[in-house]
């Protein structure tokens, strides 16, 4: 079956730790996402990538970075620069060129104490 | 830039009753707009999308909504919802004129169906 997984579903991690959140895709998509998502604020994009080898800061990057060395992997690392870890992030793909629909992982929910 | 404004955070409704979920936008260019449905602890998923065309979409499982661009609206409607859609449905739009495929999103209406 074609989808994007994310791993792991929850994670904790202490204050002060980076940490990475996977996200693989066997859609052959060109183009990844990460949002963020709060209660009562929609989803918020952190960065995306349209190509390998390349990707953009979204509206809320401050605290986070990205790879994107493989087409389908776009794995996201929240630093300890990052003030409000603690959140639901989304991974989402498309397939580049002017297509509109994004498709979306599972999410992984992240906790930091 | 765009923005997107879910007028409601919560509709709570009874089983089997009509349902709107509101959706204004506002864009100094041409947008595409999609209603995504999510379900507690998992993903988006994709509920319908307006590109070109016929301004009133549908989905397989009995929503509806209509693109008005006078009032750059593009409300959610389904005329008797069922315990199962009980759900958050977010509301986003995308630039026309941008290769990116970035979408901007609303805050989300928590839909509360109720027996």
């Keep these: 079956d074609g989808g994007i997984t994310q791993s792991p579903k929850y994670l904790f991690r202490k204050e002060g730790q980076n940490v990475t959140l996977s996200c693989e895709q066997n859609l052959n998509h060109d183009a990844m996402y990460w949002y963020r998502q709060d209660p009562g604020q929609g989803l918020r994009l952190i960065y995306y990538s349209q190509i390998v080898n390349d990707f953009q800061k979204g509206d809320i990057a401050e605290g986070y970075s990205v790879s994107r060395e493989k087409k389908e ?9 990052q003030k409000n870890p603690t959140a639901f992030y989304l991974c989402a793909s498309n397939s580049g060129g002017g297509s509109y629909e994004q498709y979306f992982g599972p999410g992984t929910r992240l906790t930091v104490t | 830039a765009q923005s997107v404004t879910q007028l409601d955070s919560q509709v709570p409704v009874f089983e089997e009753a009509p349902v709107e979920l509101r959706c204004n936008y506002s864009s100094s260019v041409s947008v595409y707009l999609f209603w995504y449905v999510q379900y507690p602890n998992q993903g988006l998923q994709l509920l319908l999308k ?9 989905s397989i499982n009995g929503f509806e909504a209509e693109f008005n661009k006078s009032q750059t609206s593009f409300h959610l409607r389904k005329p008797s919802v069922h315990i199962s859609d009980t759900a958050e449905y977010f509301c986003a739009v995308s630039d026309r004129s941008s290769n990116t495929g ?7 209406t928590t839909l509360q169906v109720k027996p």
Excluded: D
């Design chain 2, 50 to 58: 307006y590109l070109s065309g016929s301004t009133l979409v549908e």
């Design chain 1, 73 to 81: 992997s776009f794995p996201l690392t929240v630093t300890s620069a």
């Design chain 2, 102 to 108: 970035k979408l901007i999103f609303g805050q989300g």
